[in-house]
């Protein structure tokens, strides 16, 4: 990132995937501006062209991509072509797909590893073939849909649980590496969203409060506004951190150990 995104320029060329329907959508929505151009991606092109419609209608420019994640040819052609028009200055990661909800042991192994390829290996592949242009550009900001299951423990969904704990380092070696050269990388847990991944899930039946989507908004705007680019390497959560206590951080600086996934002492 140059000094004029340290002073918190904000990105015009982001990159969403899971932008066809719930958390996805709701962001790219929220992004979309007459200064921006969105790529949006989902496994058909088709199913991105409503969101694409009100982004649009919102004033962005808008290429949809279809793209299966996890398939790693499949996400080269998507790279190939989103590069052919420069790299994007934002990646958000957003597909995913939820976990089995079964005791690890009784997991379906193939199954299990196909959470892997979603939810992990396809961001690692986006990082690892556009960061290197970013960072020719001078960085660039990677906002990663987190979660609780990224920092907690539980007995059920473990390929879940797995993915998201991964992607939490992911994110940290990529901020401990690109930061100096710019790159700014943010994990959001968005608490729980009523999407269609949550309603097919037994741990959220019978819920009644859910997250508002606008909390999620407010917080990948404000980071893709350069509002949030201090907190780089930390954990937030939507719903329960208020966009203003994290831009007076952002603003204040945080250390080096707040909100990181790290070993922490002995309890005595
Ligand atoms: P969702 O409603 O099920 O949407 C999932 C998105 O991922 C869709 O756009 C889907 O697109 C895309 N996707 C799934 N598999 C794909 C594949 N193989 N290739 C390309 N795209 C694929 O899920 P959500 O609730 O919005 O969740 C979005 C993200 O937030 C996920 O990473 C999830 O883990 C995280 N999260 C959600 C919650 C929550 O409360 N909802 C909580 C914590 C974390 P197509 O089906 O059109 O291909």
Redesign the pocket.
């Known amino acids: 990132m140059n000094t004029d995104q340290q002073a918190g320029i904000p990105a015009n060329r982001i990159l969403i ?9 709701y962001i790219a929505e929220g992004l979309a501006n007459s200064s921006r151009t969105l790529i949006l ?4 092109a088709s ?2 062209d409503p969101v694409a419609s009100a982004c649009e209608t919102a004033g962005a420019d808008v290429c949809i991509l279809g ?4 398939k790693r040819e499949s996400i080269a052609q998507m790279i190939k072509v989103v590069l052919s028009d420069g790299a994007p200055d934002m990646i958000v ?6 976990g089995q909800e079964v005791a690890p042991w009784e997991s379906d192994p193939d199954q299990w590893w196909q959470t892997q390829l ?2 992990l290996r ?1 961001p690692y592949l986006i990082q690892r073939w556009l960061v290197p242009t970013m960072l020719e550009r001078g960085g660039g900001r990677i906002l990663d ?5 990224a920092v907690t423990d539980f007995e059920t969904s473990s390929d ?1 649980w797995t993915s ?1 704990t991964a992607l939490f380092r992911l994110g940290s070696s990529m901020h401990v590496a690109g930061f100096e050269r710019g790159l700014r990388v943010l994990e959001m ?10 309603r097919h899930m037994k741990m959220h039946e019978g819920r009644t409060q859910w ?1 508002d989507p606008e909390d999620v908004v407010a917080i990948a705007s404000a980071f893709a506004d350069g509002k949030l680019d201090g907190l780089s390497g930390a954990f937030v959560r939507a719903g329960v951190d208020s966009l203003g206590s994290l831009i007076e951080k952002s603003i204040a600086g945080i250390g080096g150990d707040e909100r990181r996934l790290r070993v922490t002492p002995w309890a005595k």
Not at 41 to 44: E, H, I, N, T
Not at 67 to 70: H, Q
Not at 145 to 149: I, V
Request: net charge positive; hydrophobic share 35%; aromatic share 2%.
């Open positions: 995937t899971g932008a066809s329907r719930g958390i996805g959508a991606v989902a496994r058909k199913h991105l793209c299966d994640l996890s990661n957003c597909a995913g797909v939820s979603v939810n396809a849909l987190s979660s609780g299951a879940y998201k847990a968005p608490g729980v969203v009523q999407t269609d991944m949550t997250t």
